[in-house]
């Protein structure tokens, strides 16, 4: 099963703002409103920041927020600040075995 | 409050068995999807597989069909990962993720760090 595309990073100063591209096909993105955006420190587990293409979980700061067009969905972070720089991974609905696939991941830096 | 318990690392020699746990607490445990979620070191996120504790079904990525198995036990309201035979490829963190049966994780455990080596 392959993964959704995403850049393997991406950088940006503080108080710029970034934006994370994922890449899937019509049988995942582009065919579905799942999906959902992580965020994974270093030696952390990963945390939900987006959930159904655009909604914030309770707790999570809005300077993060999710869109999709056709096939590609899209997370920016706005205002980056220092403890945004960690691992992101893009997740989609795909009725597979797993019910999912994630994308590859991209690291963002806060120059 | 949701929470997801992983058992400890673990070290074991290739072509020995292991089977790791995770216990949830703070939802009614038949209700999701509980999904093993594999992590290579450096590397991205891969579902192994899901298991719907409601009824034990079950569905594996192709990538690791054959290679494990995943279940739970209601009583305990706790799923497992179990390697018949390891190898030093399957060296990596695991991580146990409650998902609603459309690939959004709004729990994840701890991770279980597995290192495999002779």
């Known amino acids: 099963q392959s993964a959704l595309t995403q850049p393997a990073s991406v950088s940006g100063s503080p108080g710029q703002s970034i934006t994370i591209s994922c890449t899937g096909t019509s049988s995942d993105v582009g065919g579905y409103n799942y999906i959902s955006w992580y965020q994974q420190h270093p030696g952390k587990a990963p945390k939900l920041i987006i959930s159904?293409?655009?909604n914030r979980p309770s707790g999570v700061s809005n300077r993060f927020s999710g869109s999709k067009s056709g096939n590609t969905a899209s997370l920016t972070i706005s205002g980056l600040q220092p403890e945004d720089e960690a691992n992101y991974y893009c997740s989609s609905y795909r009725a597979s075995s797993t019910r999912g696939v994630f994308g590859g991941g991209t690291k963002l830096t806060v120059l | 409050e949701v929470q997801l318990v992983q058992s400890g690392a673990e070290v074991r020699k290739p072509g020995e068995s292991l089977k790791i746990s995770c216990k949830a607490s703070g939802y009614t445990f038949t209700a999701y999807w509980i999904g093993w979620v594999r992590q290579m070191p450096g590397k991205g996120l891969e579902w192994m597989g899901i298991i719907y504790p409601g009824d034990s079904a079950t569905g594996y990525s192709p990538s690791f069909q054959g290679q494990v198995s995943i279940s739970v036990d209601r009583s305990t309201s706790t799923a497992y990962l179990q390697w018949n035979s390891l190898k030093a490829s399957d060296t990596a963190m695991y991580y146990c993720?409650?998902?609603?049966?459309?690939?959004?994780?709004?729990?994840w455990g701890q991770g279980t760090l597995v290192t495999v080596s002779s």
């Open positions: 993720a409650r998902q609603d049966g459309y690939a959004e994780v709004d729990s």
């Open positions: 159904e293409v655009s």
